[in-house]
T-cell receptor, first 110, second 113 residues
Framework: DVKVTQSSRYLVKRTGEKVFLECVQDMDHENMFWYRQDPGLGLRLIYFSYDVKMKEKGDIPEGYSVSREKKERFSLILESASTNQTSMYLC?????????FGQGTRLTVV | GEDVEQSLFLSVREGDSSVINCTYTDSSSTYLYWYKQEPGAGLQLLTYIFSNMDMKQDQRLTVLLNKKDKHLSLRIADTQTGDSAIYFCAESRYGGSQGNLIFGKGTKLSVKP
């Protein structure tokens, strides 16, 4: 059974903290993505990766970085969390005709 | 402007058909997708259509593609309360194999008993 697993469903962090959101897929896909979802704005692409150690900026990369040291794991890093990064974060792993999504991490920055 | 556009809300009665519309902008998109998101969950692929097709039917779902107008629609026949969710239209960029998906803002479908 196909699976994309995000390490946390809910997180509460303080302003200025460094935050790691982890995503693991078990399908041996090359392509992995991080989106954030906000009411009225839909899904916006933050970063994506085509292969290990490769990364590409999406539409809203500011304030974020990523790490892809192993094929199955794609991490999103908030170097210094801010309140405007409070959001639902969705990780996806993609093959030719389908993207598989994790359950999402709802991050609140206080 | 937006890459993918959809109306934000749709309300139907149980048993009626629902039609969710979407327009996209990248004429080179190879695949177009419909995803469903139930409350508190991630996105689940409902169906997709290859750009050289006009129509695809899968049980209660019918996808129509008008490539000339860059218009995609999803019809749900005999809509049930369990179909209440947010539906996202998405287009592939760079052919979908090493590309990424561009999503619309989602259409919230409410089904009234």
């Amino acid at each position: 059974d196909v699976k994309v697993t995000q390490s946390s469903r809910y997180l509460v962090k303080r302003t200025g903290e460094k935050v790691f959101l982890e995503c693991v897929q078990d399908m041996d896909h090359e392509n992995m993505f991080w989106y954030r979802q906000d009411p009225g704005l839909g899904l916006r692409l933050i970063y994506f990766s085509y292969d290990v150690k490769m990364k590409e900026k999406g539409d809203i990369p500011e304030g974020y970085s990523v790490s892809r040291e192993k094929k199955e794991r794609f991490s999103l890093i908030l170097e210094s969390a801010s309140t405007n990064q409070t959001s639902m974060y969705l990780c996806a792993s993609m093959r030719v005709t389908e993207a598989f999504f994790g359950q999402g991490t709802r991050l609140t920055v206080v | 402007g937006e890459d993918v556009e959809q109306s934000l809300f749709l309300s139907v009665r149980e048993g009626d058909s629902s039609v969710i519309n979407c327009t996209y902008t990248d004429s080179s998109s190879t695949y177009l997708y419909w995803y469903k998101q139930e409350p508190g969950a991630g996105l689940q692929l409902l169906t997709y259509i290859f750009s050289n097709m006009d129509m695809k039917q899968d049980q209660r779902l019918t996808v129509l593609l008008n490539k000339k107008d860059k218009h995609l629609s999803l019809r749900i026949a005999d809509t049930q309360t369990g179909d209440s969710a947010i539906y996202f239209c998405a287009e592939s960029r760079y052919g979908g194999s090493q590309g990424n998906l561009i999503f619309g803002k989602g259409t919230k479908l409410s089904v009234k008993p």
